[in-house]
């Protein structure tokens, strides 16, 4: 049965500015929350810590011998809580450079089909992994020890460990943050009454209370957000929000995502036409800003206005962006939705205003609010196989000709949009693998 619930983040406001004293409060609680993170990613970081991160209970009972949370006084609803944040990150690191490595193992010439089997066998294997990065003898029950020696008679696992190890040194970074502006706080650590929310902090059996802008109350754990200078907050709360069936919405449609135009249907159809001048004016924005500070950087002219007018822009771009997005499913009603994936960043060409605009392009913003809109609504997402899929023809499949984002072909006669050729190709591909 697919779920009937999924989970999203709304956001709660202060209602008034927060007194300084209490502000400070906040302040210390996110410094020592980023203190304890810190101290994890330093002692369970690295390789020899590997053993223990997962599931992290170790670290847990290591973290609570530490004497840390004494030093510093911070509640055990802020301790536990960075320390599982920072846990998350080191795992979610790990996670990267495993793919990395693979992708590695695919793109290296000098690896035979053998030596990448092998290769992706102990990396799969997470007791061969550890074994090897720490060096040590693999101790594995009978059901993984058999396959692994009848893999080993076939390569040199000398070298194959050393290559492994070495790929491991080279993506492996150390863990650290400056951020101190936010922490995270479990259901017990707060309270909502009168309108507002009362926020424990370092002395015993007190707590703050901060005025908000709703009378809504959760009992999830939260993720606050702070601005000092401004004296605001953010309240990050994860809820569970109930999966509209729309049975009117019976149509597939194929997608075409640009960086001019949002999307072209395989109707035609434009969704974020305006897109481009929302983007170019904050990849502008953040260009000339970043000139302005390098040339005066000697005097500290600082980035306060350049940060505030940034966040603008971003914004703006996000409502934008979330509106056609609406527009979109609302107008088209779809069942499904085809799209081709979406390329990967690329640092080649020469021209510099083109390569920022690129660089700061919300694709990723874009794919995640459309797939969090189409969960909402029950509407299937789909991501089709991409290349030359814009040279391909849509009526006959011969490799046409782009000109002046109008697609040709030779060969069918076929003369339409670029990115309305796209798209159908996006759904002709999505329906053809179903």
């Not at 670290?59 to 840390?68: D, I, K, P, Y």
């Not at 911070?74 to 599982?84: C, E, Q």
């Not at 290559?163 to 080279?170: D, K, M, N």
């Not at 940034?310 to 499904?336: C, D, G, M, S, W």
């Amino acid at each position: 049965m697919p779920p009937s619930t999924i989970c999203k983040t709304v956001h709660q406001y202060n209602r008034e500015p927060i007194s300084e004293p209490d502000m400070k409060k906040l302040v210390e609680i996110a410094k020592d929350y980023s203190e304890v993170k810190n101290y994890v990613y330093q002692r369970y970081g690295g390789i020899k810590s590997l053993p223990k991160i997962y599931p992290g209970y170790t670290v847990q009972n290591e973290m609570t011998g530490s004497g840390l949370r004494a030093r510093l006084g911070l509640p055990s609803v802020y301790f536990y809580l960075a320390v599982f944040d920072a846990l998350g990150d080191i795992k979610n690191q790990w996670t990267q450079i495993k793919s990395r490595i693979e992708k590695g193992i695919r793109e290296n010439e000098n690896l035979t089909p053998e030596d990448r089997h092998y290769l992706r066998f102990v990396m799969k294997q997470s007791r061969c992994f550890e074994s090897i990065l720490l060096e040590k003898e693999m101790i594995l029950s009978d059901e993984w020890k058999k396959p692994l020696e009848e893999l080993q008679r076939d390569v040199d696992e000398k070298r194959l460990h050393q290559y492994l190890r070495r790929q491991v040194r080279r993506h492996l970074k150390k863990l650290h943050t400056d951020t101190v502006d936010r922490f995270s706080v479990s259901a017990q650590a707060y309270r909502y009454e009168e309108h507002g929310i009362y926020l424990a902090i370092k002395e015993k059996r007190k707590r703050i209370f901060i005025p908000l802008t709703d009378n809504n109350q959760y009992t999830s754990q939260l993720n606050i957000c702070i601005f000092p200078k401004e004296r605001n907050l953010i309240i990050h709360v994860p809820v569970e929000t109930r999966i509209k069936q729309n049975d009117n919405y019976q149509n597939a449609v194929g997608l075409a995502v640009g960086i001019h135009t949002m999307f072209v249907t395989d109707q035609g159809n434009i969704y974020g036409e305006r897109y481009s001048d929302y983007q170019y004016a904050l990849s502008d924005y953040v260009r000339e800003g970043n000139i302005r500070y390098s040339r005066n950087r000697a005097n500290n002219p600082g980035r306060k206005k350049y940060t505030a007018g940034k966040r603008r822009l971003e914004a703006a771009l996000h409502t934008y962006i979330n509106a056609e997005i609406n527009r979109l499913l609302q107008t088209e009603r779809p069942a499904v939705i085809y799209l081709p994936k979406l390329p990967q960043s690329s640092k080649a060409g020469v021209n510099k205003k083109i390569n920022n605009s690129v660089s700061m392009w919300q694709r990723g913003y874009i794919r995640d609010r459309l797939t969090q809109k189409c969960r909402e609504q029950s509407i299937e997402l789909v991501e089709v196989f991409g290349k030359d899929i814009s040279n391909e023809c849509s009526q006959c499949g011969t490799i046409g000709k782009k000109t002046k984002n109008i697609f040709v072909c030779n060969a069918c006669g076929a003369r339409l949009p670029e990115r309305e050729n796209t798209a159908k190709n996006a759904l002709k591909r999505g329906q053809v693998n179903q």
